[in-house]
């Protein structure tokens, strides 16, 4: 539990927090430096040979506070509006609904939850966007959309990836 993989993991909790501050250049910094943890700790876990299902669960779960904690603050400061949220957040909308999906198949027991693809490239993005909403950059409505189009591939990736034994949990 006390890695150094799940350390980097947990860094991005004060990194989330530095945003109460409205200062964009440490905003921007702190954003920077959640991508690096994310994409680093994982390899740690690897190379460490300290892969864990905590650590597992606790990756992706740091990555959605960050993220979630983020777009609220940008949120509450009217630099980001509802819809765009909900466009970002629409992987994870895809998510609940694969869960209950599995749920009411009963098939629950069979479908691991694993790093996907899709989720990958959908988190590396959601950090891309904040940084340039941070930044007070205009994107175009193109690249909302595209979130939604990453909830559905991711979606139909867990659907149609067959269960492994053993491998890792991870959304």
């Given at each position: 539990m006390f890695t150094l993989s799940n350390f980097l993991s947990f860094i991005r909790v004060p990194l989330a927090l530095v945003f109460l501050q409205k200062n964009i250049?440490?905003?921007?910094?702190?954003?920077?430096?959640?991508?690096?943890?994310?994409?680093?700790?994982?390899?740690?876990?690897?190379?460490?040979?300290s892969i864990s299902k905590f650590g597992a669960i606790f990756d992706p779960a740091m990555d959605k506070f960050f993220v979630y904690f983020v777009l609220f603050i940008l949120f509450f400061e009217n630099d980001i509006k509802l819809w765009q949220v909900c466009t970002l957040l629409s992987r994870d909308f895809a998510l609940i609904i694969y869960g209950f999906y599995a749920l009411i198949l009963r098939k629950w027991d069979f479908f691991e939850f694993r790093s996907i693809r899709w989720g990958k490239v959908t988190t590396a993005m959601q950090f891309v966007v904040i940084i340039f909403v941070t930044a007070k950059f205009n994107l175009s409505w193109y690249i909302y959309i595209l979130f939604v189009i990453l909830g559905i591939l991711a979606f139909i990736e867990l659907i149609y990836k067959k269960p492994q034994k053993h491998s890792k949990i991870k959304i």
């Amino acid at each position: 539990m006390f890695t150094l993989s799940n350390f980097l993991s947990f860094i991005r909790v004060p990194l989330a927090l530095v945003f109460l501050q409205k200062n964009i250049v440490v905003r921007l910094i702190a954003t920077i430096l959640a991508m690096i943890s994310d994409s680093v700790d994982g390899y740690f876990a690897r190379k460490n040979k300290s892969i864990s299902k905590f650590g597992a669960i606790f990756d992706p779960a740091m990555d959605k506070f960050f993220v979630y904690f983020v777009l609220f603050i940008l949120f509450f400061e009217n630099d980001i509006k509802l819809w765009q949220v909900c466009t970002l957040l629409s992987r994870d909308f895809a998510l609940i609904i694969y869960g209950f999906y599995a749920l009411i198949l009963r098939k629950w027991d069979f479908f691991e939850f694993r790093s996907i693809r899709w989720g990958k490239v959908t988190t590396a993005m959601q950090f891309v966007v904040i940084i340039f909403v941070t930044a007070k950059f205009n994107l175009s409505w193109y690249i909302y959309i595209l979130f939604v189009i990453l909830g559905i591939l991711a979606f139909i990736e867990l659907i149609y990836k067959k269960p492994q034994k053993h491998s890792k949990i991870k959304i």
